[in-house]
């Protein structure tokens, strides 16, 4: 059965859709795949590796909110899928790192559910790579996606059914960036000139290894003369660097060596990094970054500047898609949780730990997770700081701690 054989949508099943002539085509809703454009480039291949690394840590859990507040993680066939395997060739760290490069490749991302034919439950989620996609309305004014794919199949499903991840959202109404396979002609001019440059040092440094003399001979000789006198110089030549003797090849009154002069130019450091820095600046990655050389402040610049927005486009896509309305009004959704603390300082973790565990928000093993340590028994426990107390209790607090009527004698004596 092939990904597409199946396809339930809200206790509805529906068979995605070969060709219908009741669409309405718009030339302006197209995307076609451009990263392969790109891709051949190291530094935006390591710049997209960076972030989808970090991405692929993200924690998705299907939970239940009341109050802004998480009450418990849902159980069932949806949470297993995105806590551990959400379809039979990936795990989520493997899905989410493929599904940000290609949001990163081509400013899209696809996600297209499977769901049982019989029992309508989440079977599969599947990153979809097609080499097009077209918007289409029906008469009814519904939305469609119509996939073509590399070996000429192509599908049409509701749009509200697939997954969409944008960047550079703005221009175009459906699809990110511009949909257009220029898109990413304001970065390609930058890798093209980068790319001229680094093939002007390749050049320069061959250029060094080819012929630096002449070996004139005064006379006029027929070809097998040449040939012999060729052959002698060489075999001096091979004789002077075998024996590791004198660097000077002895020539006679017949032959002069006529040296050459190159002079390779090479592109000084300055240029080739501006160059890479506007490459990597188009991604929102830091040289700290693109060099696995970040410290604490580094790592939550890049983290609030970048990872933070695609967990947060992540949690709101996949709960639009995968949860009904119904289950959306009672608070369930699909969050992709991060745990930031991970990459601070041991200091700051204990700092954090000392005033979170006060408020009653960290458990003993939460804590000790933070610093790395197993969890252990018991370690469930929350335990708070009694310096504080309930915001709608403290005027209370207040008038009973400076106008409580002193004890009388009798009740001194009594509590001695």
């Not at 190291?42 to 840590?57: E, F, G, L, P, Y």
Request: some cysteine; aromatic content about 12%.
């Amino acid at each position: 059965m092939g990904l597409f054989d199946i396809f339930k949508r809200k206790k509805k099943y529906v068979e995605p859709i070969q060709y219908d002539t009741r669409f309405f085509r718009s030339t302006l809703n197209i995307f076609q795949d451009f990263g392969d454009n790109i891709n051949a480039s190291d530094v935006v291949k390591i710049c997209i590796d960076r972030i989808a690394t970090h991405s692929a840590k993200l924690k998705p859990r299907y939970v239940k909110t009341e109050d802004d507040k998480t009450v418990q993680e849902k159980k069932g066939n949806l949470s297993y899928l995105l806590k551990f395997q959400p379809n039979y060739l990936m795990s989520p760290y493997d899905f989410i790192y493929r599904v940000v490069t290609l949001l990163f490749l081509n400013n899209n991302a696809f996600i297209y559910p499977v769901y049982d034919s019989e029992t309508y439950e989440l079977k599969e989620l599947w990153p979809l790579k097609p080499n097009s996609v077209e918007m289409l309305k029906d008469e009814s004014g519904n939305m469609y996606f119509r996939f073509y794919f590399s070996d000429g199949k192509k599908f049409t499903l509701p749009y509200e059914s697939i997954i969409h991840l944008r960047r550079f959202y703005g221009i175009n109404d459906v699809f990110g960036g511009t949909s257009a396979n220029s898109d990413h002609s304001a970065l390609l001019k930058t890798i093209k000139i980068n790319d001229s440059l680094l093939q002007g040092i390749d050049n320069a440094i061959k250029s060094s290894f080819q012929i630096k003399g002449l070996l004139k001979i005064n006379g006029i000789l027929n070809d097998k003369d040449k040939t012999a006198q060729k052959k002698e110089c060489d075999e001096a030549l091979k004789e002077s660097v075998e024996s590791g003797g004198s660097a000077i090849v002895p020539v006679d009154l017949k032959s002069e060596y006529v040296p050459l002069s190159t002079d390779p130019k090479l592109i000084d450091s300055t240029t080739l990094s501006f160059l890479q820095k506007k490459i990597i600046s188009y991604f929102g990655v830091s040289d700290a970054i693109f060099d696995n050389k970040y410290n604490e402040n580094e790592y939550n610049a890049f983290y609030e500047g970048v990872i933070e927005g695609i967990a947060i486009q992540m949690s709101e896509a996949f709960s639009k898609a995968l949860l009904t309305k119904g289950q959306l009004e009672k608070g369930e959704q699909i969050i992709f949780y991060s745990e930031r603390l991970q990459y601070a300082s041991w200091n700051t973790k204990v700092l954090a730990i000392e005033k979170l565990m006060g408020l009653g928000i960290l458990s003993l093993n939460e804590s000790r997770a933070l610093l790395g340590f197993e969890p252990i028994e018991g370690g469930s426990k929350r335990l708070q700081s009694l310096n504080y107390v309930d915001a709608d209790k403290a005027s209370q607090y207040q008038l009973d701690k400076f106008f409580k009527k002193p004890k009388s004698k009798e009740e001194i004596n009594e509590d001695e």
